[in-house]
């Protein structure tokens, strides 16, 4: 099982940029799709963007479309989420997952590992 280990958040400006990273060990991530997700205390997790295994396609949340880029690096087992043009709203834990087969899936149930989260707060 691949571990990862979230990075990168923080406090942020409405209207400003958080860029979060996703560094994956013990497997590599290269054959697999990745995703992002959020999740605010008391509610459920919500899908952020998900990315194929090579980055030919991408799915992004109706929520964040325009503004979140997710990409990876697979030389460095890595994916980003690059967050622009924040809102109060994208505050919450976001949380890196894996998964076992080769789609930009926005199921929870197809990512099998999981990272520990980075916070995010927007607020001025």
């Known amino acids: 099982q691949v571990q990862l280990v979230e990075s990168g958040g923080g406090l942020g400006e409405p209207g400003g940029s958080l860029r979060l990273s996703c560094a994956a060990s013990?497997?590599?991530?290269?054959?697999?799709?990745m995703g992002w997700f959020r999740q605010i205390p008391g509610k459920d997790r919500e899908f952020v963007a998900g990315?194929?295994?090579?980055?030919?396609?991408?799915n992004y949340a109706d929520s964040v479309e325009g503004r979140f880029t997710i990409s990876r690096d697979n030389a460095k087992n890595t994916v980003y989420l690059q967050m622009n043009s924040l809102k109060p709203e994208d505050t919450a834990a976001y949380f890196c997952?894996?998964?076992?087969?080769?789609?930009?899936?926005?199921?929870?149930?197809?990512?099998?590992?999981w990272g520990q989260g980075t916070q995010v707060t927007v607020s001025v």
């Open positions: 013990g497997r590599t991530i290269s054959r697999f799709g």
């Open positions: 990315i194929t295994p090579r980055g030919t396609n991408r």
């Open positions: 997952a894996s998964s076992r087969a080769a789609w930009a899936y926005s199921s929870e149930s197809r990512y099998d590992s």
